[in-house]
């Protein structure tokens, strides 16, 4: 069996576009993003789902495999896998982000644990709401919408005949800002309810200035804190489903499968 030049050529290109595609879903997706993954089992994740993905994927547009025409498309395609990527991390960083703010005003910042997505240290309820939000992720099939985004993308974009515009940039930096009012909405009931505390602290303080405020006040409203954490855990499904419809919904409007 004899191949022919242009045949091998034009099997690397249909492999390769959808590999930098998808290496760049994975390099920004839920689950996958962390530095705890080794880049090895990233890599050979890519390319078993390229090779999965290729027949039903238009063929590349491509003649010459080793051309500046093609690093080119092969850097667009890899932007497209972040940018779809960078849409799940926003609603992950959402609830980590509440978790901080949570914890900042409830005297349990000072309790930090090493983020394994970003290596660094972040405050342990900010941790605990990220593994909330991890699991519920993988529980409502979170990976497998993934996996079919980016696949409804080759249809969207095509290699090398389609590429966004600057209002779908644009909407994807405002998508990152609804992160601050979806964290601010989280966490809005314990921070209303630690203020109620603070003021009944105010009160104590004003009724008895004998009475030390600072020695119990921190450790009551640590007390405080959890207990609201607690309770405010039932409606955690609720605002994890909703935004994750709404990431959903953006990025179909993002790839112009759905009004």
Known sequence: ?????????QFLADMLMPFMRISGL???????????IPTPVKALLSIMLTLIIMPVVPPSPITQLVDVGTFVLGIQQLVIGLAIGFVSMMVLNTFVLAGQVIAMQTGLGFASIVDPVNGINVPAVGQFYLILATLLFWTLDGHLSMIQMIVMSFHAFPVGEAWWSA??????????????????TLSLAPIVSLLIVNLAFGVMTK?????????????IAQVMGLFI???????????????WYRAEQFMCQLLRICP
């Open 167 to 184: 209002e779908q940039f644009q909407s994807i930096a405002h998508w990152g800002g609804w992160m601050f009012v979806s964290a601010l």
């Open 1 to 9: 069996m004899v191949f022919e030049l242009s045949t091998i050529n």
């Open 207 to 219: 009724a008895a200035p004998q009475l030390n405020i600072f020695s119990i006040g921190f450790s």
């Open 229 to 243: 954490i607690w309770i405010t855990l039932d409606n955690f499904t609720a605002h994890f489903e909703t935004q």
């Open 26 to 36: 994975f390099a920004a997706m839920i689950g996958f993003s962390g530095k705890s």
